[in-house]
């Protein structure tokens, strides 16, 4: 009697260790991070980077919430010289058919084309946009 229970308990705690390593794995498969990136480089006119700055600052920001769009951060350059031209930032979505939708439905925003429509009265603020769309590697720590 004292055996079966022995092999009732071995039997028990191995069904319990391939049944927590199970979660663990479903876990990790939902804290897959799925969403598709997009980094954009935006070289400014000569002179427009702090109108640039304000415009995302004070506009563009609350815009691209407004249209689902999510901000992961904002950069300039370190070399002086280019961080008064260059403007570099990623966003995300949840997949490239919403990054396409978000964009169509942003640029189509009366209040959008309102703040462009300003803040370019004295020219365009933007002479160059570089864009890529980027999905994590299986080894990045975004997978």
């Not at 079966?4 to 498969?29: E, H, N, P, Q, W």
């Not at 031209?85 to 997949?95: C, Q, R, W």
Request: glycine share 4%.
């Amino acid at each position: 009697m004292k055996d079966c229970r022995k092999i009732l308990a071995t039997i028990l705690c191995a069904a319990f260790g391939v049944s927590a390593l199970v979660a663990d794995s479903i876990k990790a498969d939902q804290k897959k991070d799925t969403r598709v990136f997009e980094l954009r480089t935006y070289h400014a006119a000569p002179g427009k980077m702090e109108a640039l700055n304000s415009r995302f600052r004070d506009h563009t920001c609350e815009l691209f919430k407004k249209h689902g769009i999510t901000i992961i951060g904002f950069w300039n350059p370190s070399k002086a010289e280019d961080a008064d031209k260059t403007l570099i930032y990623l966003l995300a979505f949840p997949s490239q058919e919403s990054a396409d939708q978000s964009w169509k439905a942003f640029a189509a925003d009366p209040e959008w084309n309102k703040v462009k429509d300003e803040s370019e009265k004295d020219g365009k603020l933007v002479e160059k946009i570089e864009r890529v769309f980027m999905n994590p590697t299986d080894y990045s720590p975004m997978k």
